[in-house]
């Protein structure tokens, strides 16, 4: 039943789940990516062994080195699958292993589109979404978020060895190049389906609806993450057409703001016969001072701390049923209700893995 309802809300919140153009290409139109309510969990490592070793096997990489390098990356039993399949990969593919080279060396020129290769139908699907994700995912961690979730767009988290971690960097992509919608359903899906994501990924991912929440057009907040996005790109040495048009439109903006208040400040002088309330010195801003006595109540979009969030998911299962509700209540107040379903969505999930411990 549980399963039912968190579908039917899924379906009321998102109207398609859609894969929309990167930023600055305007000649490709949105295509639909299947939809998709069920769980999704890790591959086994045992399981991911042996289609690495049948890929392997596929491609005629059965030499006693090739082999006996092969056992050594699965003898590693402390690091991730995915890791260990990104190596697997590399080992019977050339260009494969130089693709992944260059996308982990931070010296290394960021690419400018997405490999071919990657997109090549003729690769097995195995190797192909696995070897996506581990390259989007090396690409991500150096800020090339742009090449990342296109990368990520050419194929599904049923393919890849860990779901979770492609709808986190996904949603991490999304966020950064401010592709709010994007970017809620990718969360959404990861709270959701992925029943075995890391806790590092959900309280993350949570973090980034909080931010989101507060997001409004034409406002400080906006101008600055276009700033940090342009900085982002500079540091890219992506000084281009796109770079510039985030520029223009960051510029017309502080204009536009200027201006605005320029016109209330003017305002303001005319209703004061020529001069300004309090002696001039209220720099153009309207109104007049909070009585001390008063409680203000014009409170702004809700802010959560990190660190509060995080010791309230190590102890979500220790708390009291009625200080989990305080809580919830606490975080949830000033969210829309999509946020706070995906709010709900993390602790109600916390609350049945706690439960679940012996």
Known sequence: ???HL????????LPLFASSALPGDTNKKP?????SFGAL???DPEEARNQAMAWLKGVGKTDTTTVGAFEAIWGQADRPVLDRVADSLALGDAEAARLLQEARDPAAPPPTEVPAILRDATRPAF???NLTLAYARALSQRRVYEESLGALKAA???QVVDPAAYLFHRAVAEHALLLKEDASRSIVRLLDDAVDAPDRYKTVSVLMAFDMESWRQKDLGEIARKMDNIERRLELARGGPHTQKIQKEVVLRLDEMIKQLENQANAASAQNGGSCPNGGENNGQLGKPMDDTRIARNRGPGKVDPKKLEYLSQNWGQLPEKQRAQA???LTRDLSPKYREIVETYFRKLATSESNKP
């Open 6 to 13: 968190t579908s039917l809300t899924l379906v009321a919140m």
């Open 31 to 35: 295509q639909k990516e299947p939809v």
């Open 156 to 158: 599904q988290p049923e």
């Open 41 to 43: 969990r890790a591959a």
């Open 127 to 129: 190797f192909r979404a």
């Open 1 to 3: 039943m549980t399963r």
């Open 328 to 330: 919830m209540q606490d």
